[in-house]
């Protein structure tokens, strides 16, 4: 694979909704990070019509920071691909901004693209509540499998219990890649907008393009969860467009026709039989996902 033409450095995209105070607690991090490589960089806030006062807190204490907006409050897919537009170093980095960085990340993450055919690395994200030493899980690389008619992960520690299709990594909280090859995919699918499940989409279809991804332990980030989405949707919405988004994923990904198979019975089973559980949110789900996957 041939080397991406950019200019060697790190362009770093962060999709930001009234995230003030995140930004102020987690942008210190990123730039020592950043600085730790020696390399040429650029931040990207984008913002996606926020609320509060993250775009005046930045244009007055980080004014070399590039802020690029979104047309209409959209969701995470939109806000980066908005960014990511705008990169213009040969790797790009997406990331929350409730993450901090372990100051070796970015040093330690450039050394795997000396293999030509990647196209991003993913490290350990150890997933904190509201102090850093709460620790509720450290993610790190995963195994894809497919069950009842879904693609599904679990943990890669768990593969000897499971019928797995491969490792993976998700690409969605913080992750490395080359830039080039993140804007031939063309970023994010933004049918998966607001949120869930373009973490999975991704990876899935740099896969199928033939590039290849690793997991690297050595990169490490602090993820404060639930900071973000957890604030600014209600728990409704978020089951909804959770599920939505596995219909969408299905249906671009299952490439076989015994999955396909597989898929169609278990969904025309719970189309003939949610109703008496009176789960309607199951068919708003159904037919919200029919009218988005038609869009593009």
């Not at 049918?191 to 690793?214: H, I, M, N, Q, V």
């Not at 249906?251 to 026709?257: M, T, V």
């Not at 015994?258 to 169609?264: D, E, V």
Request: aromatic residues 14%; glycine residues 4%; proline residues 4%.
């Amino acid at each position: 694979m041939k080397e991406s033409d950019d200019e060697m450095g790190i362009s770093v995209v962060l999709p930001n909704y009234n995230g003030r105070y995140l930004l102020e607690k987690n942008l210190p991090s990123l730039h020592d990070a950043l600085e730790e490589t020696e390399l040429p960089y650029q931040i990207i806030v984008s913002d996606d019509c926020s609320t509060d006062d993250s775009v005046e807190y930045l244009k007055h204490s980080y004014p070399l920071i590039t802020i690029v907006s979104t047309l209409e409050n959209s969701g995470f897919s939109t806000a980066c691909n908005t960014g990511i537009a705008v990169t213009q170093y040969r790797y790009t980095c997406v990331v929350n901004t409730d993450v901090s960085f372990d100051a070796k990340y970015f040093k330690n993450a450039i050394e795997y693209f000396e293999n030509p055919d990647l196209f991003a690395i993913k490290g350990d994200i150890i997933n904190y509540i509201d102090q850093p030493d709460k620790v509720v899980n450290v993610e790190k690389e995963l195994v894809l499998y497919f069950k009842r008619g879904f693609f599904k992960y679990k943990p890669a520690e768990k593969r000897n219990k499971i019928r797995y299709d491969r490792p993976i990594v998700l690409l969605g909280c913080c992750f490395v890649c080359r830039t080039d090859l993140l804007k031939k995919l063309g970023g994010y699918d933004e049918r998966f907008s607001p949120y869930y499940w373009e973490d999975l989409d991704l990876p899935l279809t740099a896969l199928e393009k033939g590039y290849e991804l690793a997991y690297a332990p050595n990169c490490i980030i602090y993820h404060q969860t639930s900071s973000t989405i957890g604030k600014t949707s209600s728990n409704v919405k978020r089951s909804l467009m959770s599920r939505r988004n596995k219909f969408i994923l299905a249906w671009k990904h299952i490439n076989s026709p015994s999955r396909w198979a597989i898929h169609t019975f278990f969904v025309v089973a719970s189309l003939c039989t949610r109703w008496i559980a009176l789960d309607w949110g199951y068919y708003l789900s159904f037919s919200y996902a029919v009218s988005k996957f038609r869009k593009k």
